[in-house]
């Protein structure tokens, strides 16, 4: 099972960037699909972007589209979340899940079928 760990949250006035990071072990990250939820506190966990094992197929929620990219690099096991355009309802802990066994153009847009998650990072955007 891979292992995740985010970085890059942190407090942003609203308007502002920030890009989040997630670094994945293991020597088998082309076998995941990657996404990236979030919780808001009172919130259920819901999904912000996804992007396919070969990178070529990325998916947003609707609040995220044209604001956030997803992105993914293989040779550093490494997935990236830019957020331009910041809200305060983006305020959340972000969450990077992996899933595996799933085609190679799939995205993973719910919690049900993640195989590992990272234990989150915390975005705060002040109005």
């Known amino acids: 099972q891979v292992r995740l760990v985010e970085s890059g949250g942190g407090l942003v006035q609203g308007g502002g960037s920030l890009r989040l990071s997630c670094a994945a072990s293991?020597?088998?990250?082309?076998?995941?699909?990657m996404s990236w939820f979030r919780q808001a506190p009172g919130k259920e966990r819901e999904f912000v972007a996804a992007?396919?094992?070969?990178?070529?197929?990325?998916y947003y929620v609707n609040s995220a589209k044209g604001r956030f990219t997803i992105s993914r690099d293989a040779t550093k096991n490494m997935v990236y979340l830019q957020m331009n355009s910041l809200k305060p309802e983006d305020t959340a802990i972000y969450y990077c899940?992996?899933?595996?066994?799933?085609?190679?153009?799939?995205?993973?847009?719910?919690?049900?079928?993640?195989?590992?998650w990272g234990k989150g990072t915390l975005v705060t955007v002040s109005s």
């Open positions: 899940a992996a899933t595996k066994d799933v085609a190679d153009t799939i995205v993973v847009v719910t919690t049900t079928f993640v195989d590992s």
């Open positions: 293991g020597r088998t990250f082309s076998s995941y699909a």
């Open positions: 992007i396919s094992r070969n990178g070529g197929t990325t």
